[in-house]
Nanobody, 123 residues
Framework: EVQLVESGGGLVQPGGSLRLSCAASGFTFSSVAMSWVRQAPGKGLEWVSAISSGGTKTTYVDSVKGRFTISRDNAKNTLYLQMNSLKPEDTAVYTC????????????????WGQGTQVTVSS
């Protein structure tokens, strides 16, 4: 059974940092690309970042470039999102998502999702 379990969310002041984790199980983690997506209150789903299966290729939505860093540890079956210089507009539920094995990291198509972790940026 595929499982994706996020952690690391919380309340942080503007300018602060958080590191999200996504623990994966039930599939060969090192063989698939992964993504982070988010949903702000009252808004639709927004893709945030993606990483290739080997971790050598990454991509970001323009609004987080230079502030967020996606990474993965294939030995630990874990995906990360380091978020720095957080802004109130980053407030959202952040969810990790698994890309189907046949697709590359650039595809915004997912077959499994985690339950999400809340990130709130507020003073």
């Amino acid at each position: 059974e595929v499982q994706l379990v996020e952690s690391g969310g919380g309340l942080v002041q503007p300018g602060g940092s958080l590191r999200l984790s996504c623990a994966a199980s039930g599939f060969t983690f090192s063989s698939v690309a992964m993504s982070w997506v988010r949903q702000a209150p009252g808004k639709g789903l927004e893709w945030v970042s993606a990483i290739s299966s080997g971790g050598t290729k990454t991509t970001y939505v323009d609004s987080v470039k230079g502030r967020f860093t996606i990474s993965r540890d294939n030995a630990k079956n874990t995906l990360y999102l380091q978020m720095n210089s957080l802004k109130p507009e980053d407030t959202a539920v952040y969810t990790c998502a698994k890309v189907p094995p046949a697709l590359g990291y650039e595809f915004k198509i997912y077959d499994y999702w985690g339950q999400g972790t809340q990130v709130t940026v507020s003073s």
